[in-house]
């Protein structure tokens, strides 16, 4: 953990609280429309409207997303992402170059949002945004989600990574890594989910509260946010995605209070 900054970051915290990779360093990716590193001067999202395929990267401004200029730029259409940079400092900005599938972030002009903050949204059965890279036995799963309407296709999956899959069918949050496991925790409103992993054993978490654990397996595999395949996409919104390929359950509670603290969920 993380507990060095610079004068300039001080005045920060001080003002606005700890961002959560200043605190929680050494995620592999990290996906949000909030900043999570005062290091990192990259944009958020890149996005393309609707009215004319123009793109145009987005930045934060005062560690939010800046809807200001991302509603200038949408002048008033749809605006969807194509890039969902990371943070991390790993570069595995995660992508969707099919125009039908990119999630949507501004309609008719105005930023979609999920309890007050900007938010992606998912509008089509095969909407996903994806990239690849290696995940140990033990690693760390955090999200900000929610649901806004029946799946696309027969589950609304959130994201998986390689085979395994973290989706409802519109009920209840479940995992599937060969079989099915349904979690009992219910899939609706906005929720911080955590997924910690220590030797092949993943804990499945929704707003703190444990849905047991199933085995799982990692390696070099495609993560892909907000769907699976063949219409397994997320209807409902997706805020933030972190990824520690750590066991992260010393850190779990404070991650989770972190990101609980910047979205007011629970």
Do not use: C
Request: aromatic residues 12%; charged residues 15%; glycine residues 10%.
């Amino acid at each position: 953990m993380s507990t060095i900054f610079n004068i300039s970051d001080k005045i920060k915290l001080r003002n606005q609280g700890p961002l959560l990779l200043n605190v929680y360093d050494g995620a592999t990716a990290a996906y949000s429309l909030r900043q999570l590193d005062f290091s990192y001067s990259g944009s958020a999202v890149r996005v393309r409207r609707a009215s004319d395929n123009a793109e145009q990267d987005i930045a934060f401004r005062n560690n939010e997303l800046d809807t200001a200029t991302l509603e200038t730029f949408a002048s008033g259409t749809d605006a969807f992402v194509t890039t969902w940079y990371d943070q991390s400092g790993n570069n595995y900005n995660a992508t969707q170059t099919t125009a039908a599938y990119q999630p949507q972030i501004v309609s008719s002009g105005t930023t979609i949002l999920d309890n007050g903050k900007p938010s992606l949204a998912g509008v089509y059965r095969d909407t996903i945004i994806s990239t690849t890279f290696t995940l140990s036995t033990s690693n760390s799963f955090f999200s900000v989600n929610s649901e806004t309407g029946s799946p696309f296709g027969s589950y609304h999956n959130i994201f998986s990574f390689g085979t395994l899959q973290t989706y409802s069918t519109g009920t209840n949050y479940q995992l599937f890594q060969g079989s099915a496991y349904d979690t009992g925790l219910s899939f609706d409103t906005q929720a911080v989910i955590s997924e910690i992993t220590n030797s092949g054993t993943l804990e499945f978490f929704k707003n703190g509260t444990s849905g047991g654990t199933i085995s799982a397996t990692f390696g070099t595999q495609d993560l892909k946010i907000m769907g699976f395949s063949g219409g397994q996409a997320l209807n409902g919104k997706m805020q933030e995605l972190v990824i520690y390929d750590v066991n992260q359950s010393s850190n779990r509670t404070g991650i989770e209070a972190n990101i609980n603290d910047f979205y007011s969920i629970y």
